[in-house]
């Protein structure tokens, strides 16, 4: 609303909760009734690309808040994304402050750009300053049957389900980087329940600060992609 300013309004808000068959549903409607712009964040890597498409055929005004595709149909200036600038910070932040051997945790789907370019670079950040990546462990569980009715807490604890089976394995970790907070709150859940103190025994970090963590939630280096002003940003590209 701040972006558009006086030059529109914002005639409707459509959320599909992670539902691809509900953001299929959206588009439908929105190309059938076109509006005169549409700020766009697919809810997964497959929903992508055929939301795009639909859009451009229409030729209807559109932003997108998410990675950028290989093959986008849309110009660079109408993608933001702040994936890269995030993964860099968050490994200086690391760096600067003496640690040099790393876990990785990843549980963004595969195929999703937003994955090869957050691994990539913390690869690259680290490994060029003679830094150590000792374990990389993929989780996915935006993959599961049951994706219409997940919810926050049942992520959390999908999460914490699996760095518990990496600790039963005999994985060591030491400081773990996870691609987004819920990952790091059940990460730092397994390990508390192990009885390893966070960060003494094990220190966790994410790159992606969740919009809106629980309520008492433990403190969590994360990094913070001020949605607010991405939001702001697309309504004045509109």
Known sequence: S???GDKGRILAVYCSQMDNKKYRSTIKHLIESPPGGIVLLPPTPQSYPEGLKAIAQRKIPCVVIGPVLKDAVLTWDRVITAIRIGAEKLCKYLLDRGYREFQLLLTIPQGDPARDVFQACVHQWLEDRGAEI???YVFEPFMLPHLSDYSLEALVRDY???VSSLL???ERLKMLICNDD???LGAIAALEERG???PDDVAV???IRGADLPFGSPELTTIDYHRELMGQLAGEIL
């Open 168 to 170: 039963t394995k005999g």
């Open 182 to 184: 819920y990952a790091a």
């Open 196 to 198: 390893l103190k966070v």
């Open 160 to 162: 914490k389900d699996f």
């Open 2 to 4: 701040e972006g558009i």
């Open 134 to 136: 000792t374990g990389e």
């Open 205 to 207: 970090a994410s790159g």
